[in-house]
């Protein structure tokens, strides 16, 4: 009978060992990896894996400039040998790129005219330093005579319950424009290549009303709570246009994709889920295991005694 007993609770606490394994396998593979003697190259591509993404940064290009489509290189600073297209002649007036994944550092971003080597001398020229976890909108700006680049920063995260909006005035047919949220001004008499702060306003379905010397328009947008927007003041063919991009999604995680979907998308996901749960499910484990291995070792040696 005490062997029998002793069995059970063995049975159970492998049981137990086990699941607690598989929770933390599914949970991080790479915890896994690491604390179950894993082969030691899975152990290091999980490490590098974890490692990587904790090193980028993501970069998105919008042209907010109205004249001939240009292409957008960029390269790490210093080495021009080898650019990345941001963007080449297919995004016109008002297109915004989807995000790309960079490595953290300092690049260079240079405009050239459409069909121009790559070595030739730029237009436009920045640099700018990518840091790991943060995202960039390099947006060409001003008039078509009078462009620049300029490196934004994008905000990820919202305060709780509210949204966050900035505004980027690209219209060149209006000087100047007035732009608000119900209450809410978000920006006054704003000129032509002007980009406000972010600014934190209610969630809901409000309208963006635009103030010109021509009057006033109303368009209406989606903010979901904990969600981070940059509204662009565009020229339409008839009046103002605007393009609500989602900086951040109300998960509060970067967007990731295109403007045609608003910069819609996931971006990687959020942290692991906490590994403490398990780890107490096997912490309880191990002494249930200690006591059945003695309790059949005594088991073993009274039968041994008291043998035939």
Known sequence: ???????????????????????????????????????????????????????????????????????????????PQNPTVLMD???????????????????????????????????????FMVSAGTNYTVARLGSATGRRLQVLQDQIVAPSGEA???????????????????????????????????????PGTPSVVFSTPDGHSAIPVTLAAGSVHTIVVLDGTSGLKIDNLTDAAASQVAARGGAATGLGGTAPGPGAPSLAPWLATLAAGLPLAVAGGFALRRSRRTGAVAGP
């Open 1 to 79: 009978m005490r062997l029998g007993r002793c069995l059970v609770l063995l049975t159970a606490a492998a049981t137990l060992l086990g699941s607690a394994g598989a929770a933390i396998a599914a949970a991080s593979p790479a915890a896994y990896a690491v604390t179950t003697g894993a082969p030691a190259g899975t152990r290091a591509q999980a490490m590098s894996a974890a490692a990587d993404q904790a090193n980028v940064g993501w970069v998105r290009c919008a042209n907010l400039s109205q004249g001939t489509p240009e292409e957008v290189y960029l390269y790490p600073f210093g080495d």
């Open 89 to 127: 002649e297919g995004y016109g007036y008002g297109s915004v790129s989807s995000y790309m994944q960079l490595s953290a550092g300092e690049y260079t971003v240079a405009v050239r005219p459409v069909g121009a080597a790559a070595s030739s001398p730029p237009s436009i020229t920045t640099s």
């Open 164 to 202: 966050l909006v900035r505004v980027i005035q690209a219209s060149s047919k209006q000087p100047r424009v007035t732009v608000s949220i119900g209450a809410d001004t978000l920006a006054r008499q704003l000129a032509l290549g002007s980009v406000t702060t972010y600014q934190a306003v209610p």
